[in-house]
């Protein structure tokens, strides 16, 4: 498919998600919201784990940070933007201070080390009470008014955040595309033979934690003004497993891998849980065991995750 | 000894494992353009010695210079940019990037600064360099294909190619023909000499083919227990008869 039909179709759709607002309900929007601010989470995360080959088991800790210090500054009444930029710098510098494991240790061991950062974010998150509230939270956090337009209203803010989703996501794919994209991918396929020739796999290594992890703050940021109240829970690393979960059943190192597998953890669950059609009516008790069922099996036929489909036909084609 | 002799001078090189001496004071020179062959039966130090020039291991005792710099030690990374490329004996090809991002990632990073390279344009202003790469390699039909689905024959000339895309001053190359259909041969030697030409860089080569090295080669080491047993013009080291016996035995 040529690039200008690609680029004329992702606008359509992007375009019926805004639409779609208009006539869904409003626990439909928010859960629209919900799946736009985890993307920026698992967007950041492909990068780290798809296209750099890093593993990261901490993505959770960076949209909390990136939660928590919008609840703080935005009830302290700094404006969005701004605490939008803070919670990017604060995420960028701790990912590049976690990114430092990885240049000793790799594959379980730093999932590990990452996983360990997790369990250490949520632990200041539920005893700091001074700062964080603790398990009683933060409540009553504000959504922004930016240019003088009022972003309270759900579907405002649903397509408030679903621009801010494409920007991101254009970010991203401007980064992909340049020399750091095939940078990363070479870290990822080869560090030896990508250091033999020049590649500064320090630098890269640190930078695809930065990147990533600066994604999951944006994404926090927007999840605090979107839930208005936060607490501990939501960043608990086993989000952080839903997260690689969304890149790997996506398909990882595949730029719309996040937004498929995204689909998978946040939208798939609910739809099975709340569906209202007779045949499905088991659904709303056993909607866990089957996403359970559905993930075991995914991992074993489709490795390469969803987006893998066509070339797992193409090869049985026996097409290259 | 002339500067030129000095170009890459490598110094009572030592590197031992325990009370393995892999490397065992190897000494030799190597001016520019130059191209020596490093040859020996297998467990005889070639790729250890290689790694300690390279950096990939620090060697125990004993400098490398390159230049006239001391680069004892040096990181991979120091080295690359130094001007100093390498191949390795196994196949060391970036799987899941097509030929030409294989080609474009060698040499992109030579492209200013990170910052810049942010946002210059994708092909890093390289694109035109690894067309005329895959020209010479005859790796046309391939260039959009993912380097990890191809031959073995295929991946090794790519690895070749890699390392010389940044045109660098020294390349190191550890048994290039290992793996290559013998048909390939002879066109692989004439592809380095014509890099030679065109390029200027010397090459040290590790191989256990003997008649690609001797045709090569116009200056051969023969490493046997990490030492240098003999060197000199090919017909001279193939002559040797302590050569003879550590590659047939007495």
């Not at chain 1, 639409?19 to 626990?27: E, G, H, N, P, Q």
């Not at chain 1, 690689?244 to 099975?272: D, S, W």
């Not at chain 2, 001053?169 to 023909?177: A, N, S």
């Amino acid at each position: 498919m040529k690039a200008g039909i690609k680029l004329v179709l992702l606008g359509a759709a992007i375009l019926a998600l805004a639409a779609s607002a208009l006539y869904l309900k409003r626990s439909d929007v928010y859960l629209l919201s919900l799946y736009a601010v985890y993307l920026m989470a698992t967007f950041g995360l492909n990068l780290t784990v798809g296209y750099a080959g890093q593993m990261s088991l901490g993505q959770a800790a960076f949209f909390g940070i990136g939660a928590y210090v919008a609840a703080i500054l935005l009830k302290l009444g700094w404006p969005f933007l701004l605490v939008l930029l803070v919670a990017a710098v604060v995420c960028f510098l701790v990912g590049l201070a976690l990114g430092f494991p990885a240049l000793r240790v790799q594959h379980h061991y730093l999932a590990f080390a990452t996983l360990g950062f997790n369990v250490l974010v949520y632990l200041v998150m539920r005893n700091e009470e001074k700062i964080t509230g603790g398990t009683y939270g933060i409540s009553a956090i504000p959504r922004p008014t930016i240019l003088g337009v009022d972003l309270n209203g759900h579907v405002a803010y649903y397509w408030f955040t679903l621009g801010s989703l494409v920007a991101l996501g254009a970010l991203l794919w401007w980064l992909l595309r340049s020399p750091w994209g095939r940078a990363f991918a070479a870290l990822r396929d080869n560090p030896i033979r990508a250091e033999s020739l020049g590649i500064n796999i320090t630098a890269y290594t640190l930078l695809a934690f930065a990147i990533g992890a600066a994604c999951a703050g944006v994404g926090g940021v927007y999840f605090a003004s979107l839930v208005e109240f936060i607490e501990p829970g939501p960043f608990h690393f086993s989000t952080s497993l839903m997260m690689l979960l969304a890149v790997i059943v996506g398909g990882q190192g595949r730029f719309f891998g996040p937004v498929v597998g995204t689909i998978v953890i946040i939208l798939v669950p609910e739809l099975l849980r709340s569906s209202s059609a007779p045949w499905l009516k088991f659904m709303q008790v056993w909607y866990l065991a089957v996403f359970g069922v559905g993930v075991v099996l995914l991992m074993v036929w489709l490795p390469g995750g969803l987006l893998s489909i066509p070339e797992r036909f193409a090869r049985k084609a026996g097409k290259p | 000894m002339s500067a030129a002799e000095r170009f890459l001078e490598v110094r009572d090189v030592v590197k031992h494992y325990g009370a393995i001496r892999a490397v065992d004071g190897v000494t030799f020179t190597l001016a520019p353009g130059e191209i020596v062959g490093v040859i020996g039966p297998n467990g005889s130090g070639k790729t250890t010695l290689f790694n300690s020039i390279l950096g990939q291991i620090r060697p125990t005792s004993g400098s490398v210079a390159f230049r006239g710099e001391d680069v004892t030690g040096m990181a991979p990374l120091e080295l690359a940019r130094r001007g100093v490329g390498r191949t390795f004996q196994t196949l060391q090809v970036f799987g899941q990037l097509s030929v030409r991002d294989n080609l474009i990632a060698a040499a992109q990073e030579f492209q200013g600064s990170m910052i810049r390279r942010m946002f210059a344009a994708p092909d890093a202003g390289v694109g035109r360099r690894a067309d005329e790469m895959i020209e010479l390699f005859r790796l046309g039909h391939v260039a959009d294909l993912k380097a990890g689905t191809l031959s073995y024959g295929q991946q090794k000339l790519i690895d070749i190619a890699m390392a010389f895309m940044p045109a660098p001053r020294l390349v190191l190359l550890d048994e290039p023909c290992a793996g290559v259909n013998p048909s390939l041969v002879e066109e692989l030697r004439e592809l380095l000499v014509t890099l030679n030409r065109t390029q200027g860089g010397s090459f040290v080569v590790i191989e256990h083919n003997m008649d690609f090295i001797m045709k090569l080669c116009p200056h051969v080491i023969c490493m046997v227990e990490g030492k240098v047993l003999a060197e000199g013009v090919p017909a001279e080291v193939q002559a040797n008869r302590a050569v003879l016996e550590a590659y047939l035995g007495n």
